[in-house]
């Protein structure tokens, strides 16, 4: 009965946006903010990470964190090819219309496709471009 239970309420629970919730707001009390791990988090997050990015109270350091992601993830969404009807994605199709949203707040990143080596998205942040995903050298290994 628990594992019936459990397979028909998961498709419901939306795992990622919880967990960019826990994350944002152990942040919020002082603790760390883990950045590297929500840039791993899909498009489901989009609607906590834009809440927290776009709330007046949130600190700078969340700020800071949370807009070159949702810059890359903006770019990412809008570089992509139409999709066929059955490529279609609830939680893309959210994000897109989500960001698209926020995308004045977002134009003060600078997002480009590096394809110099091994191709990969970056942000400038402080002067420096930086890797829209997990450290690169997570990749090569």
């Keep these: 009965?628990?594992?019936v239970g459990f397979g028909l309420t998961f498709p419901i629970l939306n795992v990622d946006e919880?967990?960019?919730h826990k994350n944002l707001d152990r942040a919020a009390r002082g603790l760390e903010l883990d950045g590297e791990y929500l840039?791993?988090?899909t498009n489901d997050a989009v609607p906590a990470l834009l809440s927290a990015?776009?709330?007046p109270s949130a600190s700078q350091l969340i700020k800071d964190t949370l807009g070159?992601?949702?810059a890359c993830r903006s770019s990412r969404i809008a570089a992509e090819d139409q999709q066929p009807w059955q490529g279609y994605n609830l939680s893309d199709a959210r994000a897109a219309r989500l960001l698209n949203a926020s995308a004045a707040s977002l134009n003060q990143f600078?997002?480009?496709?590096n394809e110099k080596g091994y191709p990969i998205w970056e942000v400038?942040?402080?002067n420096q471009w930086q890797n829209c995903?997990?450290?690169y050298d997570d990749y090569i290994d």
């Excluded at 600078?110 to 496709?113: F, M, S």
């Design 133 to 135: 995903d997990r450290q």
């Design 68 to 70: 070159p992601d949702l």
């Design 1 to 3: 009965v628990v594992i």
């Design 110 to 113: 600078t997002v480009r496709y």
């Design 53 to 55: 990015y776009n709330d």
């Design 124 to 126: 400038m942040v402080n």
């Design 18 to 20: 919880f967990i960019a």
């Design 39 to 41: 840039k791993e988090l």
